[in-house]
């Protein structure tokens, strides 16, 4: 069983910037892919960027040109820069992972999901 483990979560003013973090406790098949998805209260979880383990990257258009993804060196980490933050933007992110990043693109394939951290984007 991996576990995913985030932090980096906090208050931030519109405009701000944050970084988020995500480590797979191990590295397997099914931690090929990783990515992150968010909630935001009364909303379904919704995908907002994932990277395989080549390092393609994909993006919800309303991240695109905000946020970008990347992985660490030993590529069982995962960060999420999220610059020109909005209200919007407010909600509880989470880290998945799965063993391609077609999987880690939909919430019904998730191998694994981590606990999330709450992003609070202040007006």
């Known amino acids: 069983q991996v576990q995913l483990v985030e932090s980096g979560g906090g208050l931030v003013q519109a405009g701000g910037s944050l970084r988020l973090s995500c480590a797979a406790s191990?590295?397997?098949?099914?931690?090929?892919?990783m990515g992150w998805f968010r909630q935001a209260p009364g909303k379904e979880r919704e995908f907002v960027a994932a990277i395989s383990w080549s390092t393609t990257t994909s993006y919800a258009e309303s991240v695109k040109g905000r946020f970008t993804i990347s992985r660490g060196n030993a590529k069982n980490t995962v960060y999420l820069q999220m610059n020109s933050l909005k209200p919007e933007d407010t909600a509880v992110y989470y880290c998945?992972?799965?063993?391609?990043?077609?999987?880690?693109?939909?919430?019904?394939?998730?191998?694994?999901w981590g606990q999330g951290t709450q992003v609070t984007v202040s007006s």
């Open positions: 998945a992972a799965g063993d391609s990043i077609v999987v880690v693109t939909n919430r019904q394939k998730i191998d694994y």
């Open positions: 191990a590295r397997t098949f099914n931690t090929n892919a």
